[in-house]
């Protein structure tokens, strides 16, 4: 049984309190930290049998007894509070992305590899049960060699405008999982990436500096093409699906419904929407991704999704970003 | 190449015209006859290009240049014009049931085995694409021993009630292209039937004497057990599935779609409703059973579909009527 | 929060208790008993948290703290535990059959009125996603009257023989779920039951003197017709569908997978198997019909599984196997 | 009931002889032409019932009782015939591309546009049930404005390297289809490409300068953004499959099959493939194409796929092979 603290109370790390006392049996919260310890908080954190709460989280690193962290503050902390944990021998798992500057990101990963400490990045995807039967028949080799990669990531309403403004643009908000998903369906990496967008959803979204709308082709270092297509408004709902083409063969996922019912009447043959969002759509992949982080203490493996998964998505991003600007495809080595 | 005479110009008897000419390279269509030839016969049999159009079928059967005839007239005649056909010496394709009479078809079968041409009943069910596949899965093997065969048969209408009362009952009139089903897809003979029905759509069905839903169990020689429910409404549509379940395996099919298109919007991911009706489903299936015949009669092979099989679906209707009359499983043998 | 305690440790028992830990946040276990206390049990009731563990449930009926309690003993001591625990005025959620003996049930049901306890059954089916599912649309009016109900039920293999031979038999050892699910689905009283069975899986099987594939037609209060069929081994997997289809439309349900991928490849195009058995299946809806038992304590509502509902499948069951032994359909006024 | 004559005799020419023959009523084909007239094609078209095969398709221009010529020779030959054939007063069935020159293609649409006859471009897929069922729903505004439109072109294998050679390349050869689909399923037209291309399938593919797999994005004019990936090899058969997803909702289609059949084992749930090349995939759309072209000589109406329809797909070609040239998205202006 292995102790751990999360670091930030708001909706992510609720998430993960929520999945670590359900489904994570060999590990227990000893502590949460916000900047805001409110009531509610207070209230909440003890519904959930979390017998600390902290307004500093360094009460939390000071802590001989915590092993490991959870890094689910605001995103401009993640980066300096992970050096931290490091620092206090904690082993970290961060949510994404780790930073916008990829030279932060590479200090990050510098500190954690001199202290040793397991290091976990928050792309809970890679633990959807959908994805992972991709990846399962990629790694088995029944498709061959990978060929054409293709993603659609389409979320059903667009955020409110004040968050888009703070989001950092559409490719490191939402896209950034569509690119882990690309490195990882694939197994290889990204040399090359073109992006094509548009405002088609709310031009308050174009006045705000962003996109809403967007086809990204990357090209990799097998070879193979990868293609992703994003859209922040999908009106019936969380459209996540994923195909990989190879040598031997295809395989592809639909989404996930709340049953399988198909109602038959005059008006044709109707089944369910998808899922309605992220935390429907992907809870128990947050269950998930934590048992293996915590795995991967108790047992002394490798993370599953390491520092560098973190450091590559934030590059094809920034490459997406100089492509959509400059209307012309970009090299990773250009944006490195 | 062989010529034919079309017996009959009904709704069938078009069918079968324009699924010849269409799709049957071995064939054409010398002559049609019908007991009222109109203007507006003389000028499809024109447009269709069929030379000679008679009030009287006995030319048909006195025209030495036709091989073969297609008896698609009423019901009631199909047994003593088929019995002029074999004596006549043309190969037949009669339109199911050959009669409601049991003594009668074997009369018709006696008289077809002495004149030793070839005979064929109008189950086209089992040409359609669907209901193959099943079977060939079966004679395959890929199911092993099977153990239940289910049939679903649902119209999409009930047709008006004057045809209700001439129909024979859904037995005779809907679910005996089932019982064909059952014993094709399961390669075995019904031993016992069960009849559970009911006067659901239509009231007026019920005051004729008929029902309009119904669950038919029955047993059958290998030990398998067949069943099949029956509605003359689905507001949906033609509804048309089957299955084959056995100690290897189960196959089962979908109803056919004009399209594949699938729509996704707030109400729901829509697809589209079964193809109409029979004409729209199995015209196919219609030209394929013509086909079948011609090459039994060029090849001197055995016809797919034979007396035996246009006998058995008969007696197991008369024993489904008897079930549902008197409240129990009826045994073929209690009919036959 | 209430307390419960949970009477029986064998599969169900833990079943239960593990997913009262995890999903159920109103209620917590305050004790489980079982006739043999092992070490394992000690330690496994140490590890989910459940401070005391006996070898004799009336400890349980007899703390007063306790306000509910879960009787998964086995099937010959849920009606005398269940009268017991009435008695000590505990709240009853009771595992199915209530009893083989519908006198007994009888005399359960008269009991728990007079205590004016909750009770429930443990159909957990009709928490399942799939089923509720359809069961909303008939709620609904979408179905309009139900004219047909179908329910497909097959285990992916068949029991030990000597469990087979202590089982009571297919129709209340397996079917009794799916008479529960027709009246469900349908929202009507069976009348009369018909019941084909056969030894089609195991020849063991019909020398212990049962069957191991059977097709039930049920004549329901309301006209409509339903149908089961049943095997105690698809080798492809756990089937579990069900449909309604009625005057206004038709809904039916497929199988659950542990992932939507489709592998196409030159052998064909290849989806995966149905969830195992019942436990990967129904895991979720066992925390379902839990929630609802405490929230019908809670909230003082009725339960959705009362004792009418225990009784009934064990009366159409007693009518399916008087139809099985005699040939004939079997009215429920016969066995009541 | 018009008169045709069939210029050029080989694969194409024959499909729509056949087609002609089974489906198009309001047609007869007077004639064909080849530069070969071989025994066999004098033989097959007396099967066909077609009255005069020539070596000079001049006789077929210069038959006054002809109404109609399908341009069905080799490649390089379709505009000069078609210039002819305008000039001697025939409507014009031009199968694509008119030419891979764009100044050709202008100077026989100027001829034809003079000569006032119909003419129609081989875009059979348009016609396809699939792809129309998703145009009916852009049409209908089902979709409101369209965002993305997505199509999936692979071949079932790569064709024979001396084909290759001749081809054209993948762009003119296999995508010019799907650059067709983007615009006929958007509405709008193509003013930019980027093209990402490999070669994947075969090296001898690329060592005669050509690749066989590539993403290809094309902004529309009306903001949207649409994507082609495309496979000279899919070892599972002929993958057709298309996307619109647009403000309202989205509409997507999948491949066709021989039958709707699953068969589901022990070795998962197996659907059959797709059909398996162009030839049974798209027949009854080279049928309707035809009626298409057909009705709008009888009823003077514009054809539904016209000169502009045959010229810009060939421009968006030319523009794809220099964005893959140069690695850069290129502008049609830049190529028109």
């Not at 409110?38 to 003890?46: F, G, P, R």
């Not at 709460?53 to 007894?65: M, S």
């Not at 962290?69 to 961060?94: D, M, R, W, Y």
């Not at 992703?228 to 994923?242: E, H, L, M, P, T």
Request: some cysteine.
């Amino acid at each position: 049984m292995i102790k751990v603290g999360i670091i930030g109370a708001g909706r992510i790390g609720r998430v993960h309190s929520e999945s670590i006392s359900k489904y994570v049996k060999g590990a227990e919260i000893k502590a949460i930290s916000d900047i805001k310890v409110t009531e509610e908080l207070q209230s909440w954190a003890e519904s959930m049998g979390i017998p600390n709460v902290y307004d500093d989280y360094r009460k939390i690193l000071q802590d001989p007894e915590i092993d490991a962290v959870l890094v689910c503050s605001s995103t401009n902390t993640h980066a300096p509070i992970s050096i931290e944990a490091a620092q206090a021998g904690k082993h970290i798992f961060c949510e994404k992305p780790i930073d916008p500057n990829k030279d932060k990101i590479r200090e990050v990963l510098d500190v954690v590899a001199k202290a040793g400490v397991k290091f976990q990045v928050g792309f809970n995807r890679r633990f959807d049960h959908n994805f992972k039967a991709i990846r399962d028949r990629v790694v088995a080799g029944d498709i061959g060699e990978p060929h054409l990669i293709r993603v659609t990531s389409r979320d059903p309403d667009a955020p409110p405008i004040e968050y888009v403004k703070v989001s950092g643009g559409l490719f490191f908000d939402m896209t950034i999982h569509d690119f882990d998903m690309i490195r990882y369906l694939s197994g290889s990496e990204v040399v090359e990436v073109y992006a094509a967008g548009g405002v088609l959803v709310n031009p308050e979204i174009g006045k705000a500096g962003d996109i809403d709308t967007a086809v990204i082709t990357l090209k990799l270092a097998n070879g193979a093409i990868g293609v992703i297509d994003n859209s922040r408004k999908a009106v019936y709902g969380y459209d996540q699906r994923a195909e990989v083409f190879g040598s031997k063969g295809a395989v592809q996922t639909r989404n996930d419904t709340d049953s399988t019912a198909v109602y038959s009447c005059e008006a044709g043959v109707i089944a369910e929407k998808p899922k309605y969002f992220f935390l429907e759509r992907y809870m128990q992949s947050f269950a998930d991704e934590i048992k293996c982080f915590v795995d991967s203490i108790v047992n002394d493996k490798p993370t599953l999704v390491n520092g560098n998964d973190g450091l590559q998505p934030v590059l094809i991003a920034l490459a997406a970003k100089k492509s959509l600007d400059e209307g012309r495809p970009v090299k990773i080595s250009e944006v490195a």
